[in-house]
């Protein structure tokens, strides 16, 4: 997938004016609607979207490669300032498909030491997903692969995603260090999430999601990976 025309990026992170509270209302938690940063990546939210979800173990990517991620961020985050007009959502969805295909050609290669490869690990991540599901959030779909995890899910009102996630990787990184016997840092600290806008995006991410493993050669089809959604709607 080709990156956008540096030019058209300037407002990599947009919110729609019909979302914005009147001028004299108490603004929402940027953890609820609107911009904020968890370390270096900015992460958009909407009160009551629906979200695609990244996160990986501390070793997936190779210290050279993340630098040069970094590096390729932060030189299209500057030229996007400079610029003057928004994305097109066309633009954004080349945008996405772009970020996804980079990271995820990196995380299917296998770097690291790959723990959720592990039966009782990925048993670990997958319950502990499924655990809220219908309480604090729905799962639309998710899967366990080797050295990451996809989830598409809604965060239920009075539950944040940035609450979710810190519950589900403060958890099973305890757990799951007990299981091989190490210390230190499971999961990378930054996750990847993007706000889905759409049913027609929502369909394309949830296939994305549950075909991960074909794709990355685990298995021939969805519903044979124990460790996704699809295997549950399969039986």
């Not at 992170?13 to 968890?38: E, K």
């Amino acid at each position: 997938m080709r990156l956008p025309a540096i030019a058209r990026l300037a407002n990599l992170f947009p919110m729609p004016h019909a979302n914005q509270p009147p001028a004299d209302s108490t603004p929402p938690s940027p953890l609820v609607a609107g911009l904020h940063f968890r370390g270096k990546l900015p992460h958009l939210k909407k009160e009551g979207a629906v979200y695609f979800v990244t996160f990986r173990l501390a070793d997936s990517l190779p210290a050279h490669e993340v630098a040069r991620l970094k590096h390729e961020r932060k030189t299209i985050l500057e030229q996007a300032r400079s610029a003057k007009s928004p994305l097109t959502w066309h633009e954004e969805q080349q945008l996405l498909a772009w970020y996804c295909d980079k990271v995820e050609a990196l995380l299917d290669a296998g770097h690291g030491a790959c723990w959720l490869s592990k039966p009782e690990i990925a048993d670990l991540v997958a319950n502990a997903l499924k655990h809220f599901h219908g309480q604090r959030y729905e799962l639309r779909a998710w899967v366990v692969m080797p050295n990451h995890v996809h989830v598409v899910a809604w965060p239920m009102p009075g539950h944040t995603l940035s609450d979710i996630l810190h519950s589900w990787k403060s958890f099973t990184s305890s757990k799951a260090n007990k299981l091989v016997n190490r210390s230190g840092g499971f999961w990378q600290t930054e996750s990847f999430d993007h706000w889905i806008r759409d049913d027609e995006e929502h369909a394309r991410l949830v296939a994305y999601v549950e075909n991960n493993l074909v794709k990355a050669r685990f298995c021939k089809a969805p519903e044979d990976w124990k460790w996704s959604s699809a295997s549950g709607r399969a039986t």
